[in-house]
């Protein structure tokens, strides 16, 4: 069985197999593109680092939880925005120009990370 292909797919670990080509036509189905930015509520932001709790519109939860180790728990679950999904450097950018579409749009995404480096979180 070859491996599944989910869409803005980079280096990190996902799903394989059968599970694997279900969750990757899920995404598929559940991702568009779109130019327009996302609207932002964060109602807790860290002082002094990245550490956040954020809504978006279209609907994306994302949460950093600073540790005592210095690393941070993530959780994000929604509709994540990357204006680079479908730019030259994206795997999909065939896909995209193929259909006549700028890059840019919202990729449905559930990730859990129990220890993300400071460096590394991304604030909404």
């Known amino acids: 069985m070859m491996a599944p292909r ?33 609207r932002v509520w964060a109602p807790w932001r860290e002082r002094e680092g990245p550490g956040h709790a954020a809504v ?3 609907p ?5 939880i600073p540790k005592k ?12 925005h990357d204006s680079n999904w479908g730019d030259e450097h994206s795997p999909d ?9 700028p890059p840019g749009g ?3 995404d559930i990730i859990v990370k129990g220890r993300m480096p400071r460096d590394r979180v991304v604030v909404p």
């Open 6 to 38: 989910y869409p803005n797919q980079g280096t990190d670990k996902r799903a394989g197999g059968v599970l694997g080509h279900v969750l990757a036509w899920l995404q598929w189905r559940l991702s568009f593109p779109s130019t327009a930015r996302p």
């Open 69 to 80: 180790d210095g690393s941070y728990a993530t959780f994000r679950i929604g509709w994540r």
């Open 60 to 64: 994306f939860l994302s949460l950093a």
């Open 93 to 101: 950018h065939t896909y995209f120009t193929s259909r006549g579409w």
């Open 56 to 58: 978006l519109w279209p």
């Open 106 to 108: 919202y990729l449905f």
